[in-house]
């Protein structure tokens, strides 16, 4: 009769205490096997079997990292370039293209490397040097392919230089990352390993030191890992700790002495070596994408930069003239974000900075958009409020006439180009049209710049220099608290 198993990993669990029993027996002294010796070992390779069967395993699939194929690589290494090139087009003299420029005709060679990568880190003494001494000194690796470890700094460190970043900026240009940890995860590396699946790498966490644990507290601290990380969590014991051996002789004397075991790396190496042998170059083009993306990120941070040194000054005229105008002649302050030419003329200026090529009445769509976003957020409100605010600590200032519908239409436009500047920014390079607007997005970015340029000493800054614009005959009514003036 064939009798199934219910609960595996609890016999597993069963077989390996005994196991652990007998190897304590055998600490103690070393006799021959008898028929209960046969059964006991018969007994102990049943438990192991099963834990075998049960153990966490890595499949292909369960790298948790989607592998991509050469076609792909070489299109984000396109992507790269075409910033890149915007970025010389724009700024021939840019202190960072001939970086960047190497690190492009990098990639093209990463494409064909026949070596893998692979990074080991976590935290501190965990057995990272060790694990990589065993590695590399055994025979386990892959004939085809070649293999460079690299260790990297410890995690979790307290310090202010912000080295985990570091660290894991090193670790995203391996193939493979070997995450050591001594026992169950602490809330810091479950976050970082959630990182690391975020940005798409490939991730083997390693349980080290698994000899230092009692067997239940091992299996324990297994399946937690697994069910916190499941699919690839494999135990090591790369520097296990030594072991008493007490031999009796026949003449009754005792020969005692301590043995260091083999370290025990079979169950990495093993899922290691299929792996890489059948995965091993689209790990490859997998890195390569990911270095790729970067790069581009990188660049477009560089263009970003430069455009918006281009479009500061943009802003700045045209929130002063949307002043003047609204000064000169009082209007609700929503009227002149929404249909004033200066505002559409603005977001036309901005859209060819960013390489968003927009008619005029398209850019008047725009700024007649953000007008009644910011009239729904009530925006138009709160700004003509906080400027009334600040200009009620001066009373002379205050009762001039249209000194607060003036300040008022410059700070909206100042946050309607800034809103432009961020929400083009987040654009892919050189789009064709700026007629469709995600309109979600704009608002979630409208309501970010509106808060960040809400702050009091900002808004003390603003008024004083709008106040000294719009009054110059009265240089003399300074805002309390303020420097110097906001351009």
Known sequence: MVVKLERPILVGGLGLSFSLWILQSWHDSIVQLGEFGLLSTLAVGGGLWLWQQNRPKISLEQLDCTLVDRATAESAIVKAETVINQLAQEAENHISLNTLREQLAYLSSELDRQEIKIAVTGGKAVG????????????????????????????????????????????????????????????????TLQQLKAANQSIVLVFNKQDQYLTDERVSVLLSLQQRMPGYVVATAVSPIPIKVRKHENDGSVQEWMEQPAPDTAQLTQQLNTVLAQQGQKLVWTTTMRTALALKAEAKNWLNRSRCDRATPVIEQYQWIAAATAFANPVPALDILATAAINAQMVIDLGNIYQQKLSLEQAQTVAGTMGSLMLKLGLVELSTKAVSTVLKSNAITFVAGGLVQGVSAAYLTRVAGLSLVEYFEQQEIALDSGTTLNLEKLRQTLT???????????????VNHGVKRLLPQTPQMELVGVDKPIG
């Open 448 to 462: 970010k710049v509106f808060q960040q340029n809400q702050q009091m000493v900002f808004l003390q800054g603003f």
């Open 128 to 191: 990272k040097s060790t694990l990589i001494q065993v590695l590399k000194s055994s025979a386990w690796q892959e004939k085809q392919l070649k293999f460079h470890f690299q260790e990297t700094a410890p995690l979790f460190r307290e310090t202010t230089d912000n080295s985990d970043a570091v660290v894991l900026a090193e670790v995203s240009k391996s193939d493979v990352v070997l995450f050591l940890t001594n026992g169950d995860l602490t809330e810091t590396e479950f976050q």
